[in-house]
């Protein structure tokens, strides 16, 4: 029972969430919308990501011109398609920090900085009196393997696909927020990455301290060790083509798991803490399979933690999913929906269009549960001005008593 309950849940919300959905495929009707548009001060950030994709589209070698042309063009066509400008609008700066982080690599290596090899591994001897990610390399195993390798190399590229349909599906409103939040926290991290090039773990256990040159082929660190357990070469030959092999500080991987556990935690407390033991286990594994320091760890996680808390509204942080949407959404003045506690993934029920309730007994407040809580609201307002219609054949504010407003004295 239990089960089905859910299962009806489930249903319930993707019935949900393609009626939300934008069905229009027609580009005037996003014309209309643009000419109705009151466009203020913040939406100037998108003068930014186009010059941004100016920048890295004319480095870009590969494709070449004129064939990278379509990308720009297949991209606007999507943003003047109502149906797809829904999902391409709030990824944009999911969008800017790909582009940035496959073009990087056509960046002339004369005007780059210089690679820091020492850098990482002092801090972390500075700060933590001993280089943590040497330590956690010295004892491997192929159960600990796999264990690093789960979190690291599977989940970390799917988990945020995963959340980001559960936002869509139960907390609609947040799902924005989540792109902007995950978007600019990588956009930030890969141009940190461009201007201070460090070398990882592995190049060190690789090359030593030596200089590195920017040509030096990537690697997959412990990740080497799962293609020759599974007989495979996927991440030596994925890794080995980085795009941006000198990434090190901050860890992308530990700032992913941060981000995620947050957005977590806010919405769905009682799921915060295995939330935070896959973030966990995520932080020992990058420095087990010797792709990144303790130091590129924290950082990371202190990235995703400013930009949870810069990007995120507090009502959001708060656990109330509505805070984020229109007067129509935290009135509900369209449709009954459930309530956005925390308990829960989606409410318990839903209100058919034949229990569709008149506005006048709809409650301001979302997720009071089931009860109406203006129900008067009508009867207050018939006795407005009811001096005037007293008279009226067949009206009494008060079925079978007399009634006069405003009320006389008797003596």
Same mark, same amino acid.
């Given at each position: 029972m239990y089960m089905l309950k859910r299962f009806a849940k489930l249903v319930n919300?993707?019935?949900?969430?393609?009626?939300?959905? *934008?069905?229009?495929?027609?580009?005037?009707?996003?014309?209309?919308?643009?000419?109705?548009?009151?466009?203020?001060?913040? *939406?100037?950030i998108y003068i930014l990501h186009i010059l941004s994709a100016l920048f890295w589209?004319?480095?870009?070698?590969v494709p070449p011109f004129p064939y990278k042309l379509a990308i720009p063009i297949?991209?606007?066509?999507?943003?003047?398609?109502?149906?797809?400008?829904?999902?391409?609008?709030?990824?944009?700066?999911?969008?800017?920090?790909?582009?940035?982080?496959?073009?990087?690599?056509?960046?002339?290596? *004369?005007?780059?900085?210089?690679?820091?090899?020492?850098?990482?591994p002092t801090l972390e001897s500075v700060l933590y009196g001993a280089n943590i990610s040497d330590i956690l390399t010295h004892f491997t195993h192929p159960i600990l393997d796999v264990i690093a390798w789960l979190p690291y190399g599977v989940i970390h590229y799917t988990f945020p696909l995963v959340l980001?349909?559960?936002?869509?599906?139960?907390?609609?409103?947040?799902?924005?927020?989540?792109?902007?939040?995950?978007?600019?926290?990588?956009? $930030?991290?890969?141009?940190?990455? =461009?201007?201070?090039?460090?070398?990882?773990?592995?190049? #060190? $256990?690789?090359?030593?301290?030596?200089?590195?040159?920017?040509?030096?082929?990537g690697s997959a660190g412990g990740l080497g060790r799962i293609d020759d357990l599974f007989g495979g070469d996927g991440y030596k030959r994925t890794f080995a083509s980085s795009p941006l092999v000198f990434g090190a500080f901050p860890s992308l991987h530990a700032a992913w798991a941060t981000l995620e556990a947050l957005f977590i935690t806010a919405l769905w407390p009682q799921y915060a803490k295995w939330a935070w033991?896959?973030?966990?286990?995520?932080?020992?594994?990058?420095?087990?399979?010797?792709?990144h320091y303790l130091i590129d760890v924290v950082g990371g996680a202190c990235l995703a933690t400013a930009c949870f808390y810069f990007f995120v509204p507090e009502e959001l942080r708060n656990g109330n999913a509505n805070a984020s949407g229109d007067k129509y959404e935290r009135y509900d003045l369209e449709s009954r929906r459930g309530?956005?506690?925390? *308990?829960?993934?989606?409410?318990?029920? @839903?209100?058919?269009?034949? #229990?569709?309730?008149?506005?006048?007994?709809?409650?301001?407040?979302?997720?009071?549960g089931r009860g109406r809580g203006h129900r008067h @609201?009508?009867? =207050?307002?018939?006795? $407005?001005?009811?001096?005037?219609?007293?008279?009226?054949?067949?009206w009494s504010p008060i079925a079978g008593v007399g009634f006069v407003f405003p009320p006389e004295i008797r003596r």
């Open positions: 919300a993707v019935v949900a969430g393609v009626n939300r959905l *934008d069905k229009s495929f027609s580009p005037s009707d996003t014309v209309t919308k643009l000419r109705a548009y009151k466009f203020t001060l913040k *939406d100037s589209l004319t480095l870009m070698q297949l991209y606007a066509i999507a943003l003047f398609i109502p149906f797809t400008s829904q999902f391409f609008i709030p990824a944009t700066p999911i969008f800017s920090w790909v582009l940035m982080f496959y073009s990087n690599q056509f960046l002339p290596a *004369d005007h780059r900085p210089a690679v820091h090899v020492v850098l990482l980001a349909a559960l936002l869509w599906l139960f907390r609609s409103p947040t799902l924005p927020v989540f792109a902007k939040a995950f978007g600019y926290q990588n956009c $930030i991290a890969v141009f940190a990455q =461009i201007v201070l090039p460090c070398a990882a773990p592995w190049y #060190e $256990i690789i090359y030593g301290l030596t200089p590195a040159a920017y040509g030096t082929p033991a896959y973030a966990a286990v995520l932080y020992w594994s990058t420095m087990y399979l010797s792709h309530g956005v506690g925390a *308990d829960e993934f989606a409410s318990d029920w @839903t209100v058919s269009d034949e #229990e569709e309730t008149p506005i006048a007994y709809r409650s301001p407040n979302p997720g009071m @609201t009508a009867s =207050i307002a018939s006795l $407005i001005r009811a001096d005037e219609r007293a008279g009226e054949e067949g």
